[in-house]
């Protein structure tokens, strides 16, 4: 960790993220889901959050990510927001699921074993191992990954 950023690897592409601890969720700019090409997930929930410059935002919707760390790869749903200061923010919820450890005075950043826990505890989600594409009105097997089920 280098001040407050990090470098991890998502969707395959390294990046240096904003740690914020003050952040109740990660978030991702719209312009960085775009250039990774990945599909919005629109929100059924009505939210708006107060960003460190006091402005309220509403949030466009979530997307999943595969976040490689420690040479684990898990999928994590990142909030999308229309304009962000950063690419990617790792906020609470990240650093909660990756068991964080924050140490202020070495100014150092560990993870235990990443082992991420559920955000929605009633839900069952799951997320394709690598992207793909299928047909309209069509069948394939496709390989599967969640946090929930070994």
Known sequence: ?????????????????????????????????????????????????????????????????????????QPFEFTVMPECSHDVILGWDFLKASQAVIDCGRKKLTFDEMTFEPQHPNRLDVFTIEDCLIPARSMAKIRISSPRVT
């Not at 960790?1 to 003050?22: K, P, T």
């Open 1 to 73: 960790m280098h001040e407050n950023f990090i470098d991890v690897v998502l969707d395959g592409q390294l990046v240096r993220a904003l740690v914020d601890s003050g952040a109740s969720l990660s978030v991702i700019s719209e312009t960085f889901r775009r250039q990774l090409k990945k599909l919005l997930f629109c929100s059924s929930r009505n939210l708006t959050f107060r960003v460190a410059d006091g402005n309220h935002v509403k949030p466009l919707g979530t997307c999943i990510l595969r976040v490689t760390m420690q040479n684990q790869t």
